[in-house]
């Protein structure tokens, strides 16, 4: 398994990087969100060890990155010393898979990551419906009324994400950096046109139901199609 390790404290991140080792697992480490986020970046990771108070922000920022980022694929396990039932339950709500109190003991914490390593491994990617949309996460596939729908990988994506938020008023910015990451080297423009592409090649135009608003000087909304209103 390989492992990143986001723990600002040096000797706490050599010390579970040696225990990680000696389970015959690779790992490595980074010492803020910042560099968390670098290192995701550059690299495929198997699970994600968090520390909850890190110099550049808490477990919420690198939960909220990963899960905007990577998804739901890669287990994600908080190391912290705070063990009050709030945090544990925020950083649990805000997307963790698992909460270990300081200080860690080996045994447990190697077996906590295999045993999340276990839970994500089996766990199948869902099949979003929306009316007659239907997008299969895992096979990467997505049909309109049954019919398969030929999209890019980034076209796909961006689908993906609107079905999941329904309704929501999502802003060009956001899309960017939830679809093609903070760093992207492209502008909300980029949006603009995969958008335009998803509405003419999934006939978002209330034709099936729904339809993609755009909303002047911000960004575009999933909508339902009243009846009687397509066209």
Same mark, same amino acid.
């Given at each position: 398994?390989?492992?990143?390790?986001?723990?600002?404290?040096?000797?706490? %991140?050599?010390?579970?990087?040696?225990?990680?080792?000696?389970?015959?697992?690779?790992?490595?480490?980074?010492?803020?969100?910042?560099?968390?986020?670098?290192?995701?970046? =550059?690299? =495929?990771?198997?699970? &994600?060890?968090?520390?909850?108070?890190?110099?550049?922000?808490?477990?919420?920022?690198?939960?909220?990155?990963?899960?905007?980022?990577?998804?739901?694929?890669?287990?994600?396990?908080?190391?912290?010393?705070?063990?009050?039932?709030?945090?544990?339950? *925020?950083?649990?709500?805000?997307?963790?898979?698992?909460?270990?109190?300081?200080?860690?003991?080996?045994?447990?914490?190697?077996?906590?990551? !295999?045993?999340?390593? @276990?839970?994500?491994?089996?766990?199948?990617?869902?099949?979003?419906?929306?009316?007659?949309?239907? !997008?299969?996460?895992?096979?990467?596939?997505?049909?309109?009324?049954?019919? !398969?729908?030929?999209? %890019? *990988?980034?076209?796909?994506?961006?689908?993906?994400?609107?079905?999941?938020?329904?309704?929501?008023?999502? %802003?060009?910015?956001?899309?960017?950096?939830?679809?093609?990451?903070?760093? !992207?080297?492209?502008?909300? @423009?980029?949006?603009?046109?995969?958008?335009? @592409?998803?509405?003419?090649?999934? *006939?978002?135009?209330?034709?099936?139901?729904?339809? &993609?608003?755009?909303?002047?000087?911000?960004?575009? =909304?999933?909508?339902? *199609?009243?009846?009687?209103?397509?066209?």
């Amino acid at each position: 398994m390989h492992v990143a390790i986001a723990e600002d404290d040096e000797d706490q %991140s050599a010390l579970l990087a040696l225990w990680l080792a000696e389970a015959g697992h690779t790992s490595k480490q980074a010492g803020s969100v910042a560099s968390l986020k670098q290192l995701l970046e =550059r690299e =495929r990771f198997d699970a &994600i060890l968090v520390d909850w108070q890190l110099p550049d922000g808490t477990g919420l920022d690198a939960l909220g990155w990963i899960r905007g980022n990577l998804g739901w694929e890669v287990p994600v396990v908080v190391v912290t010393v705070r063990d009050d039932e709030a945090t544990v339950c *925020q950083g649990l709500q805000a997307g963790a898979d698992d909460y270990i109190v300081k200080p860690p003991k080996p045994l447990e914490l190697r077996a906590r990551l !295999a045993n999340v390593a @276990r839970r994500v491994n089996l766990r199948e990617m869902p099949v979003l419906r929306l009316g007659d949309y239907e !997008a299969d996460i895992s096979r990467q596939r997505l049909t309109v009324q049954g019919e !398969a729908i030929t999209l %890019s *990988q980034k076209e796909f994506d961006l689908a993906v994400y609107m079905m999941q938020n329904p309704g929501k008023l999502l %802003s060009r910015d956001h899309l960017l950096n939830s679809i093609w990451g903070i760093h !992207a080297d492209v502008d909300t @423009r980029t949006v603009d046109t995969h958008v335009s @592409r998803l509405r003419k090649k999934l *006939q978002l135009n209330g034709q099936h139901g729904w339809q &993609i608003v755009p909303v002047y000087g911000f960004g575009y =909304r999933l909508d339902r *199609q009243s009846e009687g209103s397509a066209g």
